[in-house]
């Protein structure tokens, strides 16, 4: 039997070339920030405005004024530690929270929802957040850096949208056979909830790695604090060095290398986890973000 073969036509080949073009275009386009900070990185002499292609002036002395700070490696494993450890607690409180709300027939289930709801438009500010940590125990704890974030009430939702568009008959298959609520949640839907499980992490480890700002009000020592807040301190100090200095030009460019360098730092292990995540977000999005 004869197969039919069917070419192009001269329409076809140039919307196809157009959007190999656009597709080109649009990865350098997002690619050419990044190429222009790594550049930027290695160079001596740094460009004010506009895109480097190159290295013009080749030094590392970027490199070795971040990675010659003594606290820099402790305050990167406290990064590691409140996001890894962060993570897996958001993860495992959302799907706690968001499984029973799934429940149509759970007690006071849309009562529940309409409070957390109410949580993700208004809040009781800083002030009575720093009195509720200091009752607490939490300030210069380094707890404060993980328990606040282990409960979103937007995360909760989208999970508990996810469950619900998971077919009913899996629960009541699985009663049949005898197992009990536990048994469902954890053999029966949590194997089915990848997509959403790694879009919820890698929201959670996101925030939790770029977090400063609490880190910075309520951690007093060093030996504690996060490398957000010691890469903004090394910032805050090079910008001060140039303020005061008489016009020679290694402090403005070292300031600027720096701040090239403190970028490189900051995003390169979450690039690094994005692709392993890349595959579930989109489908975990768009499952558990539509229904109401």
Same mark, same amino acid.
Request: aromatic share 14%; hydrophobic share 50%; proline share 4%.
């Given at each position: 039997?004869?197969?039919?073969?069917? *070419?192009?036509?001269?329409?076809?080949?140039?919307?196809?070339?157009?959007?190999?073009?656009?597709?080109?275009?649009?990865?350098?386009?997002?690619?050419?920030?990044?190429?222009?900070?790594?550049?930027? @990185?290695?160079?001596?002499?740094?460009?004010?405005?506009?895109?480097?292609?190159? !290295?013009?002036?080749?030094?590392?002395? =970027?490199?070795?004024?971040?990675? @010659?700070?003594?606290?820099?490696?402790?305050?990167?494993?406290?990064?590691?530690?409140?996001? !890894?450890?962060?993570?897996?607690?958001?993860?495992?409180?959302?799907?706690?929270?968001?499984?029973?709300?799934?429940?149509?027939? $759970?007690?006071?289930?849309?009562?529940?929802?309409?409070?957390?709801?109410?949580?993700?438009?208004?809040?009781?500010?800083?002030?009575?957040?720093?009195?509720?940590?200091?009752?607490?125990?939490?300030?210069?704890?380094?707890?404060?850096?993980?328990?606040?974030? $282990?409960?979103?009430?937007?995360?909760?939702?989208?999970?508990?949208?996810? !469950?619900?568009?998971?077919?009913?008959e899996l629960e009541e298959s699985g009663k049949i056979d005898g197992a009990n609520d536990v048994t469902i949640a954890f053999r029966i839907y949590?194997?089915?909830?990848?997509?959403?499980?790694?879009?919820?992490?890698?929201?959670?480890?996101?925030?939790? /790695?770029?977090? /400063?700002?609490?880190?910075?009000?309520?951690?007093?020592?060093?030996?504690?604090?996060?490398? *957000?807040?010691?890469?903004?301190?090394?910032?805050?100090? =090079?910008?001060?060095?140039?303020?005061?200095?008489?016009?020679?030009?290694?402090?403005?460019?070292?300031?600027?290398?720096?701040? =090239?360098?403190?970028?490189?730092?900051?995003?390169?292990?979450?690039?690094?986890?994005?692709?392993? =995540?890349?595959?579930?977000?989109?489908?975990?999005?768009?499952?558990?973000?539509v229904k109401g």
């Amino acid at each position: 039997m004869r197969t039919k073969t069917y *070419q192009n036509s001269v329409g076809d080949r140039l919307l196809i070339a157009f959007c190999y073009i656009f597709i080109v275009l649009f990865s350098i386009l997002v690619l050419l920030p990044f190429w222009t900070v790594l550049m930027d @990185s290695f160079s001596g002499s740094v460009v004010k405005s506009g895109a480097r292609m190159w !290295i013009d002036d080749f030094s590392l002395e =970027a490199y070795e004024s971040v990675l @010659s700070q003594e606290s820099l490696f402790t305050n990167y494993g406290n990064t590691f530690f409140r996001t !890894i450890v962060g993570t897996v607690l958001c993860v495992g409180t959302t799907f706690l929270a968001a499984y029973p709300l799934s429940k149509p027939n $759970m007690p006071f289930c849309r009562t529940i929802t309409y409070l957390m709801l109410f949580t993700m438009y208004f809040g009781g500010g800083l002030i009575p957040q720093y009195l509720l940590f200091r009752d607490a125990g939490l300030i210069d704890n380094r707890l404060v850096l993980i328990l606040p974030s $282990m409960f979103s009430a937007y995360n909760i939702l989208v999970m508990r949208n996810f !469950i619900s568009d998971i077919p009913p008959e899996l629960e009541e298959s699985g009663k049949i056979d005898g197992a009990n609520d536990v048994t469902i949640a954890f053999r029966i839907y949590l194997p089915l909830m990848k997509p959403i499980l790694a879009t919820i992490a890698l929201w959670a480890a996101v925030g939790l /790695w770029n977090e /400063w700002f609490n880190a910075m009000i309520y951690i007093m020592t060093p030996s504690k604090q996060v490398m *957000q807040v010691m890469l903004r301190r090394m910032l805050m100090d =090079a910008q001060i060095a140039a303020m005061y200095d008489d016009g020679i030009v290694d402090i403005t460019v070292q300031e600027d290398a720096v701040k =090239a360098v403190t970028i490189i730092v900051t995003i390169l292990p979450i690039i690094c986890a994005y692709p392993f =995540a890349q595959k579930y977000f989109v489908q975990g999005l768009t499952s558990g973000a539509v229904k109401g």
